[in-house]
């Protein structure tokens, strides 16, 4: 797979998003919220992973889907600190 730029890692970051909804039970909730966390979650993980690591082009799509997934994770677990509502804690 060649190098990723932005716009793969956004594509990713769809499929990301929906994983992290299903097994993080914290942060945003919804169809929305969801790919809204894996676009971000996509973006953030693929900019530690070639940046930050110096790790250069991830393995194929299944290396890609775990960095977003990763960097979705972080941000919903990011989003959730961020809630100030204590009523919405489970």
């Known amino acids: 797979m060649p190098h990723m730029d932005v716009v793969g890692w956004i ?18 909730r919804g169809c929305l919220a969801n790919t809204v ?16 690591l110096h790790s250069g082009p991830s393995q194929g799509f299944l290396g890609a ?14 989003l959730d600190a961020i809630d100030s509502d204590p009523r919405r804690r489970r």
């Open 37 to 52: 966390v894996g676009i971000l979650g996509g973006i953030l993980g693929g900019w530690f992973a070639t940046e930050q």
């Open 65 to 78: 889907l775990v960095v977003a997934f990763l960097g979705a994770v972080v941000i919903r677990f990011i």
């Open 11 to 28: 594509i990713v970051g769809f499929f990301a998003g929906a994983l992290s909804g299903a097994v993080v039970e914290r942060g945003p």
